[in-house]
């Protein structure tokens, strides 16, 4: 038996958008993001660069939000200006947030409505396109709803895979939209015309869930995966190391 | 040279409808008491630059703007910046939202005399649709890449904050990250650096070492001491975010009424006054 919390899971999910990644800067933004990237430096993926979300780049694996954990070394110095070389050099993988998100992974974080009249102006493109054409970007959505899983984004921010396309080979070379992770299942772009694809759905989430909270059509095949529960290691892990406070859970019931 | 001069002189400088870069980034170590010096002059139909902070709001707020080109407008503890988003709600200002490398690269094109520099960075994006004016080029060579041709943000006026400055305006940060102050600086006419203290050229090694020191004078024309001057930005190690009163401002934008207490008590006062008020309200 395994009591994990689907925070857990979520954090779990998302450190396997990493594996494999090797040594490159795991960006995450947001607190399940920073958690999930901190499991799999203290797993499987051990060469990853990781942040305090500022300038500093980590060279031990601190508890977010502070707490009795170790303090934090600090192994190397990542300003803005070395962030934007880094992330044009593509030794980075992005996880960034999403408004809206559309079956080829189009994103908006600009503004609902009408450009120049926005019904709701976001916090800004931010480095969403040069991210989506130069390195490995996923997205955390902590609230799966119609609202953010769109027929169509009002603003493309981060660029999809119909856009990407559309630029042909040699412009988009380096565009790689791997995963999506939600409060309710994991989804990636790996089909014939890189339209969404169920990759799997969390314990205790039906796949008619997903799917009445999503407003467009996803590719998925029966039978539907099941989001693998977190080891008893990786429970330890987030439980003692990486998230004493649970702050994670905070951030799936916002 | 001695270039020390004050915040109305250096404002003076600003005329209407010029585009005024500010550095600093989101709402950390910004120029505000330059910003809150410009809030007070009759200046408008301003362009600003920016990776933009309380900056952009308070401009916005006070109409003072015709257009903004940015990455983002946000306060950091605090993510949307709700003074903008009113001003972009109501239709209010024209908007040039760019990713946040295409920023940097037209303020870099501006500070090397080049008419554009090439990025991947907006390609398959919105950012081409909605601003036409971008245009993309082919790479010259055998691999023969379409890129975008980031034209350069020519500034008219500069405006940046630092710890520390010596009259003749070499300058120094002395916190974790410079963000691209050097730049806005280069892409201008005219360069204000304010700072917390100006002190002698021989102080300037003993506060940090000499990678801090990244302005030279030959991209600053005038320097504004200015204590406490990022307020209510961050501007570490001198100290942190004023974040109660962060919520304060932010808060003003709820009403008109609360606006415009908050512009009475901290914006339509000198200087000096708003660094007492802001001292009596941290002692209250």
Not at chain 2, 96 to 101: N, P, T
Not at chain 2, 147 to 172: C, K, S, T, W
Request: hydrophobic share 40%; proline share 5%; aromatic share 8%.
């Amino acid at each position: 038996m395994n009591d994990a919390r689907r925070d857990e899971i979520c954090a779990v999910a998302i450190a396997e958008i990493f594996r494999g990644d090797g040594e490159i800067l795991a960006s995450a933004m947001g607190t399940l993001p920073m958690i999930g990237a901190r499991l799999a430096k203290l797993s499987f993926e051990p060469d990853l660069l990781i942040t305090d979300g500022f300038a500093y780049a980590l060279g031990n694996v601190p508890a977010v939000g502070g707490g009795d954990g170790p303090e934090p070394i600090v192994e190397g110095w990542i300003p803005f200006r070395s962030v934007f070389d880094l992330l044009w050099s593509g030794r980075r993988h992005v996880l960034m947030g999403a408004t809206q998100i559309d079956r080829f992974g189009n994103q908006n974080i600009s503004c609902i409505g009408d450009y120049r009249k926005p019904t709701v102006q976001l916090i800004g493109t931010r480095g969403a396109p040069g991210n989506t054409l130069n390195h490995k970007t996923s997205y955390w959505i902590p609230v799966h709803s119609k609202k953010v899983f769109v027929e169509k984004v009002d603003v493309v921010c981060g660029v999809g895979y119909d856009r990407a396309a559309a630029l042909g080979q040699t412009s988009a070379c380096f565009h790689n939209v791997r995963r999506v992770v939600s409060n309710l299942g994991v989804f990636d772009f790996e089909t014939p015309d890189h339209r969404m694809r169920v990759r799997s759905v969390h314990p205790g989430v039906s796949i008619e869930e997903v799917i009445s909270n999503t407003g467009f059509e996803l590719v998925f095949s029966e039978p539907i995966a099941e989001t693998r529960l977190p080891t008893p290691g990786e429970l330890g892990l987030l439980r003692e190391r990486i998230d004493p406070l649970g702050l994670g859970s905070k951030e799936l019931r916002a | 040279m001695d270039k020390r001069t004050t915040a109305e002189e250096a404002v003076r400088e600003i005329r209407d409808g010029m585009t005024v870069g500010i550095g600093g980034w989101g709402s950390r170590r910004k120029p505000m008491s330059l910003v809150r010096a410009l809030l007070r002059s009759s200046v408008k139909d301003l362009t600003l630059v920016a990776y933009g902070g309380p900056d952009v709001g308070l401009l916005c707020a006070a109409g003072k703007v015709k257009k903004v080109i940015y990455g983002f407008v946000s306060l950091d503890s605090i993510p949307l910046e709700p003074h903008f988003r009113k001003a972009r709600e109501a239709g209010a200002i024209e908007s040039v939202e760019l990713d946040e490398g295409m920023l940097q690269w037209g303020l870099y094109a501006a500070a090397l005399r080049l008419p554009f520099l090439p990025t991947r960075a907006g390609l398959g994006s919105d950012v081409m649709r909605f601003n036409p004016e971008l245009k993309t080029v082919r790479s010259p060579y055998a691999d023969g890449t379409e890129l975008v041709a980031m034209p350069a943000l020519a500034l008219d006026v500069a405006l940046v904050h630092m710890n520390r400055a010596d009259a003749g305006g070499n300058a120094q940060y002395l916190g974790p990250d410079l963000y691209f102050d050097d730049l806005f600086c280069m892409a201008a006419k005219k360069r204000f650096v304010s700072c917390e203290r100006i002190v002698e050229t021989e102080a300037l090694l003993k506060a940090g070492s000499f990678h801090t020191l990244r302005l030279n004078r030959t991209m600053v024309d005038g320097v504004i001491e200015a204590p406490n001057g990022a307020h209510f930005t961050e501007c570490p190690p001198d100290y942190g975010r004023d974040e109660s009163f962060q919520r304060d401002y932010a808060a003003a934008a709820k009403s008109s009424e609360a606006w415009g207490a908050f512009r009475e008590r901290y914006l339509e006062v000198s200087e000096a006054d708003y660094q007492r008020r802001v001292r009596e309200r941290t002692n209250r």
